[in-house]
């Protein structure tokens, strides 16, 4: 290469970007008989401070033919960008975001409209959410060989509500209570003892399965079920739906069951009526106005003494006592009144009394099978197939002798039980029909006739009337 006029810094510039990721060159001055070498460009870069990225093959094409670079900005060296941390986030064990209630999707493909995917249900120390932590950045290299600070991610910050708490490492969420959870204003994370619908239950709220309580400010509409951990208030009526507490239920509209509605209470059951329903307390069931062609269970009382207070058609069973103003009618619609024993005790010893039946015939079949295989056997008639016959007859009678005995031995417990009956009565406060059929304990007593303010008990191992003071 001849001898040049001027340094090269005259004929070269050399710039870098305002974020320090990429170095330009740039001729300033041009000749024809101009040359360089990429070495030589190399070295001016970095006597320019361009020293990391440099972009060699690209500095070659630039020293094999300067003419075509001429005039313009060419890209020389690159830089290797920050990288910015990931921000933590808070990681739900629920989804609390659905802006839809969905229904829900069968196995097999259909859609069950009365499912809505909608509760989210905690137990008291459960977690709801797990705080992730950021990830830091990574620093970048400009082309002037300085560090880029690259940001680190953000901490997250849990929004607290009510009933929740964190842990002192400030890594987990938990609900404090058993309840719903729910978000409310600036997303704090709450769980609600009570679920509250505003409206009837229907196809827009659909079933509900709540481990709180659940107040319905409508009705329950046919096909629903409502099942809560707590305590069921509906300020309306339940038509043929299906309730079920661990606590007490309270309906104040009544109960039209069409003869497909079932309540369960873990507790007492208060209504204004019911009617052709399955209802069913682990306590008390109060009623205000009639009781009509139901099946009322209470372990302890049931009473219906309001202005009305009619029991009529059906079975109504009660541990202790039935208080009533009427029971039947005067048509002698049958009605059925059990007091004395546990409603679960009586209605086990009528299902064991069937069984026992089933189980002696059953029985009796096979030792008459075996007296025949036994005759046989003594007169060498006995072939494989009919031997193991016999082995197995034998096996399923040793079976059934000890399921029988079983069942006689539980009969005898409940009927037991069923003498213990001093405090059972039946209270009528203004009159029972004829059709009545009253049962206290072990013993039965039909009313033929009727008979005004008296009261059913037990005296001297039968039935004995009292007047009602």
């Known amino acids: 290469m001849g001898e040049r006029a001027m340094p090269l810094e005259y004929y070269i510039s050399f710039t870098v970007s305002d974020d320090k990721l990429t170095g330009y060159l740039q001729f ?56 910015n941390g990931e921000n933590g986030y808070l990681r739900f064990l629920f989804e609390l975001d659905e802006h839809e209630k969905r229904p829900l999707e069968l196995e097999d493909g259909t859609v069950d409209y009365k499912e809505l995917i909608s509760l989210h249900n905690v ?102 079920k409502i099942k809560a951990a707590g305590d069921i208030r509906i300020t309306g009526g339940v038509e043929a739906a299906e309730l079920e507490a661990g606590g007490s239920i309270e309906i104040q509209a009544g109960i039209v069951g069409q003869n497909k509605a079932k309540v369960r209470a873990g507790k007492s059951l208060k209504s204004s009526f019911i009617q052709d329903a399955l209802v069913e307390a682990g306590e008390d069931v109060f009623v205000s106005q009639s009781i009509m062609h139901s099946t009322t269970r209470a372990a302890r009382a049931v009473i219906c003494n309001g202005p009305k207070g009619l029991i009529v058609g059906g079975t109504v069973q009660a541990g202790e006592k039935v208080t009533t103003r009427t029971v039947g009618n005067s048509m002698s619609t049958v009605t059925v009144i059990e007091v004395g024993v546990v409603p679960e005790l ?22 008459k099978a075996l007296t025949l295989l036994d005759q046989m056997a003594a007169a060498g008639q006995l072939n494989s197939e009919k031997l193991a016959l016999r082995l197995k007859l034998n096996h399923t009678k ?51 006739d009727a008979i005004s303010r008296v009261v059913f008990c037990l005296s001297e191992g039968d039935i004995a009337m009292i007047p009602y003071m």
């Open 123 to 224: 137990k008291k120390g459960q977690m709801i959410c797990e705080r992730m932590p950021p990830k830091p950045g990574k620093s970048g290299l400009a082309v002037t060989g300085e560090t880029i600070p690259a940001k680190d991610g953000k901490e997250a910050r849990f929004k607290i509500g009510k009933n929740v708490v964190v842990d002192l490492e400030q890594t987990a969420m938990y609900a404090a209570i058993d309840g719903m959870i729910s978000k409310t204003d600036r997303d704090k994370i709450n769980v609600f003892p009570i679920y509250e619908v505003n409206g009837d239950v229907d196809f827009r709220v659909g079933n509900i399965d709540f481990v709180g309580s659940v107040v319905i400010r409508g009705n329950v509409q046919p096909g629903f």
């Open 28 to 83: 300033t001055q041009t000749e024809d008989d101009f040359t360089i070498t990429a070495a030589e460009l190399e070295q001016l870069a970095a006597a320019s401070g361009i020293v990391h990225g440099l972009n060699r093959e690209k500095l070659s094409q630039i020293a094999a033919d300067p003419k075509s670079h001429f005039m313009q900005m060419n890209e020389i060296a690159y830089g290797n960008p920050p990288v």
């Open 398 to 448: 040793k079976q059934a002798v000890e399921e029988e005995n079983h069942m006689r031995e539980r009969i005898l417990e409940i009927e037991k039980s069923l003498e213990e009956t001093e405090r059972a009565r039946v209270e009528v406060i203004a009159n029972v029909y004829g059709g009545t059929k009253i049962v206290i304990g072990r013993y039965t007593k039909f009313v033929k």
């Open 346 to 367: 009586r209605n086990e010893l009528i299902s064991l009394r069937q069984q026992l039946k089933g189980h002696t015939e059953n029985l009796d079949k096979t030792e």
